[in-house]
C-alpha cells in the first residue's frame, strides 16, 4: 500500500465503513426474506397450542411447526391432526383430528364412531373407528353427511371440544395443514405427532 504525503498509511472514512457494513446488512437481509418468506407463507408455519380440546395428545401451550405443502400438493387423511381457519370467524385458528373424508358419512353413537365410505348408512357396513387417543367417554349421538371438499373434525378432548358436532363441517379450503414437528417442551418432542390413520 502506498504512503500518502505526510507519511500516513490511507485509512477508510468512517461513513465509508458504514455504508459497506449497510449494505453488508442489507444483502444478508434481502437472501434471509428471499429464503424464510416462501417457506412461512407456503411450506410451515408455527403454531401454539392453546386450551384443552386436544388433550391427553397435545398440551396447551406446546410448540408445533405445521407442514403446509403437504395439503397443497396432497390430500389429508382420516386420523391428521390439522390446523384450519374456524369456520365461524375465520381470524381464529383451531387445531383437530380429521374423523371424516369428503363425501362420507359419521355416525356418532353412545361415544363411538363409525364411518360409512359409501355416503350413506344403509348401502354400506361402516367402520368402527379405533380410537386410543380418547381419555374418557363421551356422550354424542349424531348422524353427519359429508359433502365434496369437506372435512368432519373432532378434538380428541371430546367433551371439552368446539368441533364438527357444534359448528358443522371443515371447508378444505380453511385447512392451513397437519401438525408436522413438536418441538417444545423438548420432552414432548416429535414427527407427526399425534398421528393415528384408520
Not at 51 to 61: A, I, K, L, R, Y
Amino acid at each position: 500500500m502506498e504512503n500518502n504525503l505526510n507519511g500516513n498509511v490511507p485509512t477508510k472514512t468512517k461513513l465509508n465503513e458504514f455504508l459497506e457494513s449497510g449494505w453488508e446488512l442489507l444483502k444478508f437481509a434481502i437472501i434471509a426474506l428471499v429464503i424464510v418468506i416462501p417457506i412461512r407463507m407456503w411450506v410451515a408455519q408455527p403454531f401454539i397450542v392453546s386450551g384443552e380440546s386436544m388433550f391427553p395428545t397435545f398440551d396447551n401451550g406446546q410448540y408445533l411447526i405445521v407442514d403446509e405443502l403437504s395439503y397443497i400438493i396432497g390430500s389429508a387423511h382420516r386420523g391428521d391432526v390439522v390446523v384450519f381457519r374456524y369456520p365461524g370467524d375465520t381470524s381464529r385458528f383451531f387445531i383437530k383430528r380429521i374423523i371424516g373424508l369428503p363425501n362420507e358419512t359419521v355416525k356418532i353413537e353412545n361415544g363411538k364412531v363409525t364411518v360409512y365410505s359409501c355416503g350413506n348408512t344403509t348401502d354400506c357396513v361402516g367402520k368402527l373407528l379405533d380410537e386410543p387417543y380418547i381419555d374418557e367417554p363421551f356422550d354424542t349421538t349424531q348422524i353427519i353427511t359429508i359433502g365434496n371438499d369437506e372435512y368432519f373434525v373432532m378434538g380428541d378432548n371430546r367433551n371439552r371440544s368446539s368441533d364438527s358436532r357444534t359448528w358443522g363441517l371443515l371447508p378444505k379450503k380453511l385447512l392451513i395443514g397437519r401438525a408436522f414437528l413438536r418441538l417444545l417442551p423438548l420432552k414432548t418432542a416429535s414427527y407427526l405427532p399425534g398421528v393415528f390413520n384408520q
